[in-house]
């Protein structure tokens, strides 16, 4: 199986910084990896799928980059609701995988 | 709008049976194969099951592999998981997810259910 080593494990910033959260295959996914935010008594969201493509919905300062074993989310200018838990998922192969998640605090 | 929810948790003893139901609507459901998705408490997220759009294949981890079965209803657009001889590890909350444009990736999720295995 694919293990995917996610960093760091917890985040804190203020509203209207920018932010990176990194994300490390064992071994070679191509670009497909996702990027899922969670929040108590929502659903998950999936926010950008294969490396760096925004699902409908994800706002703009939501980006991601990598290809290979190193992907990264960058937040620009963090708004209120961007704050939560953050995790990493291959979708290249069977089975998927997901990182620990990284938790993203208000300072 | 998309709207998957889940029902069917509760407090089970080890050794026993559970079914878990996820109600879809919002899509055609019998065009995307579907998957469950747990998450034990203070944990991160781990797949359990995928089913193909007209149920013909499943896939689960071998954490689960003869205990757990994912099975469908398209006619009612809605996704079950069939969990026996439960341990006190499959303690989780479990997600319903619908799968996207690849196999693995999961573009709507429920808010999930809770399973507690304790005597």
């Known amino acids: 199986d694919v293990q995917m080593t996610q960093s760091p494990s917890n985040l804190a910033a203020s509203p209207g910084e920018s932010v990176s959260i990194n994300c490390k295959a064992s071994k070679s996914i191509s670009k497909y990896l996702a990027w899922y935010q969670q929040k108590p008594g929502k659903a998950n969201k999936l926010l950008i799928y294969?490396?760096?493509t925004l699902q409908s919905g994800t706002p703009s300062r939501f980006s991601g980059s990598g290809s290979g074993t190193d992907f990264t989310l960058t937040i620009r200018n963090l708004e209120p609701e961007d704050f939560g838990l953050y995790y990493c998922?291959?979708?290249?192969?069977?089975?998927?995988?997901f990182g620990a998640g990284t938790k993203l605090e208000l300072k | 709008e998309v709207q998957l929810v889940e029902s069917g948790g509760g407090l089970v003893q080890p050794g026993r049976s559970l079914k878990l139901s996820c109600a879809a609507s919002?899509?055609?459901?019998?065009?995307?194969?579907m998957a469950w998705v747990r998450q034990a408490p203070k944990k991160g997220l781990e797949w359990v099951a995928t089913i193909t759009s007209g149920g013909s294949n499943t896939y689960y981890p071998d954490s689960v592999k003869g205990r757990f079965t994912i099975s469908r209803d398209n006619a009612k657009s809605t996704l079950y998981l069939q969990m026996d001889s439960l341990r006190s590890e499959d303690t989780a909350t479990y997600y319903c997810a619908k799968d996207g444009l690849r196999r693995g990736l999961f573009d709507y999720w429920g808010q999930g259910v809770m399973v507690t295995v304790s005597s």
């Open positions: 919002g899509f055609t459901f019998s065009s995307f194969a």
């Open positions: 998922q291959q979708h290249n192969e069977y089975p998927p995988t």
């Open positions: 294969s490396g760096s």
